[in-house]
């Protein structure tokens, strides 16, 4: 399969590298040139590139599957990275066979704690899942012109090797006491990886897929069994009062929602079989334990 990635860091490149062992061509768009250089040394034709203000190469996408995952720039409620994306490519007469895209289980906003499926309206509180559902939308309009397909994941926290919240536990930042604590969701990165390749395979793809290990608990729970499994004092924990001027904007935005995530459809229909349903079997996996 021939596939192109807008944006190939953590996950992206370990998909990546799973599509060039599959046997097929693998090209991308990167931030950095450090970057860049880092691919095309593992055999991915890598280009550095601002999608704010730089077209793609030519026939970069034509007839490939596109994995998007470059993130939204950081301000605004639209996502100015893809709408220029999508511009390049119309001006080019481009367009993919398929579109994988990774969005967030935040475009959902506040639950109060219930379980929610893809069928749940969509109520985003920060910009940053409001840019997210802008890019939803903006590649179905674009994609519906053709009758591409479009296979939206959406993402909840992930976590994995070189992504575990190690450095924050070492310099023994508070957490919220866990009975304050809302309802949250993870998923490891193997898991997701399995979901993004599902995406791009699967026959009659439906156009949503929430992406969870299926066993919610809280962030501060989270926090705790990886600083038990790595061997870590816990982090001191404060209340809501005590939150406000103890933790960042960006992690108090967090504990504004609380959700469930039904992940049925992700197992049921794309087929994924998920190797780390929760956090007890992937913290052993990745500590050895």
């Known amino acids: 399969m021939h596939s192109a990635f807008a944006g190939c860091g953590y996950v992206g490149r370990q998909v990546a590298l799973r599509e060039l062992a599959d046997g097929g061509s693998v090209s991308a768009i990167v931030r950095t040139a450090e970057s860049a250089d880092r691919l095309n040394q593992e055999g991915i034709l890598a280009v550095s590139a601002d999608l704010e203000s730089h077209c793609p190469p030519e026939k970069f996408l034509d007839g490939r599957v596109l994995y998007w995952f470059a993130p939204p720039q950081p301000e605004s409620d639209e996502d100015r990275r893809l709408r220029y994306f999508v511009g390049c490519a119309q001006d080019a007469g481009e367009r993919p066979s398929r579109v994988v895209l990774i969005s967030t289980t935040g475009v ?85 990886i399995s979901a993004c390749l599902a995406a791009a395979r699967i026959a009659d793809p439906l156009p949503v897929y929430n992406i969870s290990d299926g066993h919610p608990s809280t962030m501060s729970d989270f926090f705790f069994r990886v600083a038990d499994a790595a061997g870590l004092p816990r982090p001191p924990v404060v209340d809501r009062q005590e939150a406000t001027a103890a933790l960042s904007a960006e992690m108090r935005s967090y504990l504004a929602e609380s959700k469930r995530i039904d992940n049925a459809r992700m197992r049921e229909h794309l087929g994924v079989d998920v190797r780390y349903p929760d956090l007890t079997s992937g913290l052993s996996a990745l500590f050895g334990e």
Do not use: F
């Not at 506040?110 to 939803?136: I, S, Y």
């Not at 009758?147 to 992930?158: K, N, Q, S, Y």
């Open 108 to 192: 959902y906003g506040d639950c109060q704690g219930d379980w929610v499926t893809e069928d749940r309206a969509l109520a985003p509180l920060t910009g940053r899942a409001r840019r997210r559902v802008d890019a939803e939308r903006t590649m179905r309009d674009w994609c519906g012109l053709y009758d591409v397909p479009v296979v939206a994941l959406r993402v909840p926290g992930i976590y994995g090797a070189g992504k575990l919240p190690l450095k924050r536990l070492r310099e023994g930042l508070p957490v919220l006491a866990p009975d304050l604590a809302p309802w949250s969701n993870r998923v490891h990165v193997e898991d997701l």
